[in-house]
């Protein structure tokens, strides 16, 4: 008769996805704020607003670095409540800017290195918010390589990565309705506090398996069936002689740049769909977020994004149990198919011009494929290194990660810029079909054409291209690098 098992790793995972889905809320808060409320109230230009944004990424980039060692020194218990109470406390700073900005300017203080009092306290939330947030990924990573056998880890990861799209789903729906009915400090003091009412369930539920009483014999030996017996150090909650990993080693191992090239050229395009699907809705079709066809395209977007990478993350699981395939090499045939998604964004374009939902559905389904890539890139971390060292080098993969991102979102910025005929002028977007005066003669500059499409359409079509190639290329990368399963030894 087959033991009964206990199946507490399902109730760790749902905190993973409950902390990643708050990470998300928080990073919005501002984003769904600054052009309705914030904006007006300090008289920000797009430009201060760009300032705080672009801070944000590389403060983010930078921490991931040092966040992985910290889970990894800290332990992932204390390291993880660290991680939430500093970006929580970073975000419910942000409403005490507005008292704060009043005050300073009573003082005299209103401009410092040409930028106004509130943007440099915004920025001071941001780089507090940022620091915080770097934790989350590395921490909910070396939790699942603890919790979870290999083979499962990429389900696991894609349940508590989904996070990220309901809390991209949620966002629009609640940010504003708070700012709109209780004032924008609010919204920054409501979905900031949720962080602090994680971490009491956080503290009452998280032990490492061998030492949760919620863990019975039967679910132990699941989860550390690809390790073998049990060791005695491990049984009793001892750390043991775990090995750690430096800087220096990680980076001059294959498999770390396969992690770095992995994250780095994909990234950007889940971020890229994330920032500016909503001004592609509008500028294409004339939708804007809060309109409810609107709603309901980017609702449609994020359900697809939500349920289909859950069911994609299974093949992984299906390809070592029934073809017989080691974890490695099971995954990486999984994300291959991953990576064919993003080439249905190619058709965004092309199909728009029948309708919107075309696109929406499109868009969906390629960032599925992307949530379901960047769950299994988490989780070949988790097959190749030991378990000691995966906040480490989940660190350094999120840094590569933020890095792409930020080259991504800043070029499709400058593109769309470029594209639609328009420079800048003192600080504001001005088209250039309005014959700007150059040294006395009149200066033109027709909008871009690529394919058919001209001004922003042409530069979203090679966005697009972009994204749709990426995921191929970043496959090709991790595969030669690492083309067959090779454990690190340390």
Request: charged share 15%.
């Amino acid at each position: 008769m087959k033991e009964k098992m206990s199946n507490f790793r399902w109730v760790i995972c749902s905190l993973l996805f409950f902390a990643t889905t708050v990470n998300y809320l928080d990073r919005q808060v501002l984003s769904l704020t600054y052009k309705d409320f914030i904006a007006p109230v300090f008289n920000w230009s797009d430009n201060d607003y760009g300032t705080i944004t672009a801070v944000f990424s590389i403060v983010y980039a930078l921490s991931n670095l040092v966040a992985g060692k910290f889970i990894d020194w800290l332990g992932t218990k204390k390291g993880y409540l660290w991680a939430i109470f500093i970006w929580s406390l970073g975000a419910c700073l942000h409403a005490v800017c507005g008292v704060g900005t009043h005050w300073l300017n009573g003082l005299g203080m209103t401009m410092v290195i040409g930028m106004s009092i509130s943007v440099w306290l915004f920025l001071a939330c941001r780089t507090v918010l940022a620091l915080g947030e770097a934790g989350n990924f590395p921490a909910a990573i070396k939790v699942t390589a603890e919790y979870f056998p290999k083979k499962d880890r990429a389900f696991a990861t894609s349940i508590f990565n989904s996070g990220s799209s309901v809390g991209a789903l949620a966002a629009p729906l609640t940010i504003p309705l708070i700012a709109k009915y209780c004032g924008w400090e609010m919204a920054f003091i409501i979905i900031g506090a949720l962080g602090f009412v994680w971490m009491i369930f956080w503290f009452a539920l998280y032990e490492k398996p061998e030492k949760s009483k919620r863990v019975d014999k039967a679910e132990l030996d699941y989860i550390h069936q690809d390790d073998g017996a049990v060791s005695q150090s491990q049984a009793a909650g001892r750390p043991g002689n775990e090995p750690k990993i430096s800087y220096a080693k990680a980076f001059s191992l294959p498999q770390t740049w396969a992690l770095v090239l992995g994250r780095f050229l994909t990234d950007g395009v889940w971020w890229f769909f994330l920032f500016w699907t909503p001004g592609y809705l509008s500028d294409q079709f004339g939708y804007k977020s809060s309109d409810g066809m609107g709603m309901a395209l980017i609702f449609t977007l994020y359900a697809i994004v939500t349920f289909v990478s859950i069911y994609l993350c299974r093949l992984p699981t299906y390809m070592v149990d029934k073809k017989g395939m080691n974890a490695y090499e099971g995954r990486m045939v999984a994300m291959f198919v991953f990576a064919c998604f993003p080439l249905l964004a190619l058709g965004a374009q092309p199909l728009g011009s029948v309708s919107a939902w075309f696109p929406a559905v499109l868009i969906g389904l390629a960032c599925a494929g992307h949530q379901a890539w960047s769950a299994n890139v988490y989780s070949v971390v988790g097959d190749m290194f030991p378990k000691s060292t995966i906040g480490t080098l989940t660190g350094i993969a999120q840094f590569a990660a933020g890095c792409g991102s930020f080259i991504v979102n800043k070029s499709a910025g400058k593109l769309f810029t470029y594209a639609s005929g328009t420079t800048m002028v003192d600080g504001q977007e001005v088209e250039m079909t309005k014959k700007l005066l150059e040294g006395g003669a009149a200066y033109v500059r027709p909008a871009m054409e690529f394919l058919g499409y001209t001004g922003k359409p042409a530069g979203y079509c090679i966005v697009f291209g972009y994204c749709a190639v990426a995921y191929l290329l970043g496959w090709c990368c991790m595969k030669t690098l690492v083309p067959h399963y090779k454990k690190v030894e340390l």
